[in-house]
């Protein structure tokens, strides 16, 4: 959809390798000479290859072409990493750029209500709309932030579809996984320990699966943006715990899905851990759109002190606890450590975890 409105008026050729005769002209294309390819296709401005990761030779072709210096920009789409950046992207190392597009930042969804005027800027929009504000924020708890959800009549239902099959389409497809059943029921087993660190070997005993098994579905899963890991920050392994991994959920509303859970009341009993990972996701899904300007981490000392969220981006650090509501403490391990101030991410300013990476 993005792309066909930013090459709208633009002359274009797209191919999606969901289809077999899509498939059939590249190949064709493919065994040709790269000038006489291109012109075969229609000598277009723009050459769209959506769901290229279907041709595991796209990238090697792609490389081809690119490297002939042809006058035609080529787009390479994928619905997920698992594919598209293993195998295409691989041929086309120094030759291609990469754009993620994770679900909405919630600033994306303020500003697509009609109540929300285009240019204010952002903390002027929490104060003069906090109680539309605030119901647009449980809305994005309970249901996430994929586009086709947020402007959804039938949220649940449409959320309910995005987390059966269709999620994991490419996980499927590679044949490392027979069934989604095992699937969902680790992916069950995260969405109940979110903002907890998470033991391989327990979720291995819980599933009576091996832990190498149980693992590659992990990497499986965050391949195709599922989830994410947070790893722990450390400078002092002696002092720090150093090798530890929280699992977060790139999108509530698909969390939320799997537990069936579609509640927008703040006094719902995981308003704390769903909180902490809405707020941890907004800051990872920035960090994913602007390229990786910053590093991401949560902090535990051996002593138990936690920080929920650490952002290291070039030699800055900061530091934040984050609580739906409460008396938050007072950070002092990490400040004697460290020499910075732990901050607060509340609900009182559900913009903050947007200025956290944008600022």
Request: aromatic content about 8%; hydrophobic content about 40%.
């Amino acid at each position: 959809t993005l792309v066909q409105r930013v090459l709208a008026g633009r002359k274009v050729v797209s191919l999606n390798f969901d289809i077999e005769i899509d498939k059939m002209r590249f190949l064709a294309a493919a065994s040709l000479s790269p000038v006489d390819a291109i012109n075969s296709l229609g000598n277009p401005e723009y050459l769209v290859l959506d769901e290229a990761q279907r041709l595991p030779e796209t990238g090697r072709v792609v490389k081809g072409w690119y490297d002939a210096k042809l006058p035609v920009k080529i787009l390479l789409l994928g619905s997920s990493s698992l594919e598209l950046l293993d195998h295409a992207a691989e041929s086309l190392t120094g030759r291609n750029e990469k754009l993620f597009l994770p679900p909405l930042l919630f600033d994306e969804v303020i500003r697509s209500r009609d109540w929300c005027p285009e240019t204010m800027p952002l903390s002027d929009i929490s104060r003069h709309f906090p109680e539309p504000v605030h119901t647009c924020l449980l809305q994005s708890l309970a249901f996430g932030g994929y586009p086709e959800v947020v402007t959804s009549i039938d949220k649940p239902a449409l959320l309910r579809n995005l987390s059966s099959d269709y999620l994991w389409k490419d996980i499927l497809q590679t044949g490392l996984v027979k069934s989604p059943a095992l699937i969902k029921r680790l992916l069950s087993l995260l969405a109940h320990q979110i903002g907890a660190e998470v033991s391989v070997h327990e979720l291995a005993t819980q599933l009576h699966m091996a832990r190498q098994t149980v693992e590659r579905y992990l990497d499986l899963l965050e391949q195709t943006w599922v989830i994410f890991r947070l790893p722990s920050y450390s400078t002092n392994p002696r002092k720090e715990i150093a090798k530890s991994r929280k699992i977060y959920f790139w999108d509530t509303g698909i969390r939320n899905a799997l537990l069936g859970t579609f509640s927008t009341d703040e006094l719902r009993p995981d308003i704390g851990s769903l909180w902490e990972n809405w707020v941890v996701a907004e800051a990872a899904k920035r960090n994913a759109s602007l390229g990786g300007p910053s590093d991401l981490y949560f902090w535990r000392s051996r002593a138990q002190s936690e920080v929920d969220l650490v952002v290291r981006t070039g030699d800055r650090l900061r530091a934040f606890e984050i609580k739906w509501k409460g008396r938050r403490t007072v950070g002092r391990a990490f400040r004697a450590m460290y020499g910075v101030d732990v901050e607060m991410l509340d609900a009182g300013n559900p913009f903050i975890a947007e200025c956290v990476l944008g600022t």
